[in-house]
């Protein structure tokens, strides 16, 4: 017994087709054209399909990557601004602290006194700083 026979007995189908293509139309297709050449002819619009979906695909990690390289460019000159900022900001409180403890140790007659006091007044901030910020966590 054939093939061809046992599928149409075991589905019904008289017609000696298989049984899938009997139940599914296919896509239309060019009389003129034989089945292979039509067959060929899917496969080929499906690579040119999956061709432009890759395409695409890549055209939008590109356009990502140029995003997030442009933020991360400007995340980075935002901070090294700030930190050129901070910088001269420290600068000039370094010399701004020698000078008031120049003024103070000239004023009281003793060299130690100016030094001594500026620390003391920023360890007196730092501990204020500290407890104030201890006491916004426990709350």
Known sequence: MS?????????????GQ???RAREPGPPRDPALPAEQAGDTLINDAVSLLDGVVEYLGAIFRLERHRLETRTRRFVQKAIIVVSGAAVLLLGIVFLSVGVSSLLSEALQAPFAGPLIVGGVYALGGVITILVAARRKES
């Not at 093939?3 to 017609?15: K, L």
């Open 3 to 15: 093939a061809q026979s046992t599928t149409s007995s075991r589905d019904g189908i008289g017609s």
């Open 18 to 20: 298989d049984p899938l």
